[in-house]
Each structure stands twice: as structure tokens, then as C-alpha cells.
């Protein structure tokens, strides 16, 4: 994985299908950190907790699991890991997503990070994507 996870060297990534590349930085200056995807000019922000949150859903859960990514506007598809990032049931109780307009995606870009920090497996087909906890 290029880059370092910091501003001035953000890590590159490709989304799960592989076609996109985008990068994406943990921003320990604000309160709660933020990941910080930056997909062309468009800058999407997660609460970096995710980074523990979503690995233990998935090691709960003990299987597959669909990305389901999605817009912030457009519904989640139930029981996919975008449904979970954006679920009053989920450790925070809302959104991981926190930039108003832009909280979707979850799905399609933290997914990759997870993957190349070890911590889950992801498939890598042309569309409908799954994960699972290592």
C-alpha cells in the first residue's frame, strides 16, 4: 500500500473492483479522528473508529458479507455492510459517514483500507462484493 495514512502522505487505494483509485488519510487533529477520503476533488469523512468497529461486526457476524455501497441519498440494501455503517444499531448509533450530503460509500472505500491493514479479506469482482474478518 503506498503512503503512510497521514496528510502529507495519504494511503492509495483502489476500490474493491479495482477500477478507481482514490486516497485516504486519518486525521488525528480533529476530535473524534476522521478518515479522510479524497476520491478526485470529492472529499469524503468517516469516524476513524470504524478501523476497530467494523472488523468486530464482521467477526460477529462470522461470514460473508455483501459492500452494498451506496449514495448517502439512495437506500442501503439491508444486512450489507453499508446498511451497517449507517444503522441506529451500530456502535454509534448513526452515520460513520460525517460529511452531510457525502456520508454513503462507506461500503466502496473503507473496505480496501481494511484489507490492505490486514484485518479483513475482500473480493475484488467487477460489481456485488463481499467481505469477511480475518
Known amino acids: 500500500m503506498a503512503g503512510q495514512g497521514s496528510k502529507d502522505d495519504p494511503w492509495t487505494l483502489k476500490t474493491p473492483p479495482r477500477t478507481a483509485e482514490f486516497t485516504i488519510y486519518r486525521d488525528e487533529s480533529v476530535d473524534p479522528p476522521l478518515l479522510v477520503c479524497m ?5 469524503l469523512t468517516y ?10 461486526m464482521l467477526r460477529a457476524h462470522g461470514d460473508w458479507m455483501a459492500l452494498g455501497s451506496a449514495d448517502e441519498q439512495k437506500d442501503a440494501a439491508p444486512g ?3 446498511s451497517w455503517g449507517r444503522s441506529p444499531t451500530n456502535p454509534v448509533g448513526d452515520w460513520y459517514g460525517q460529511r452531510k450530503g457525502y456520508r454513503g ?3 466502496m472505500y473503507i473496505p480496501p483500507l481494511l484489507e490492505e491493514l490486514g484485518l479483513v479479506e475482500l473480493e475484488h469482482h ?5 467481505m469477511r474478518a480475518k
Open 126 to 130: 467487477g460489481k456485488n462484493n463481499r
Open 105 to 107: 460509500r462507506l461500503g
Open 80 to 82: 450489507t455492510v453499508e
Open 47 to 56: 469516524l476513524a473508529r470504524v478501523l476497530e468497529d467494523l472488523p468486530a
Open 39 to 43: 476520491v478526485g476533488t470529492t472529499k
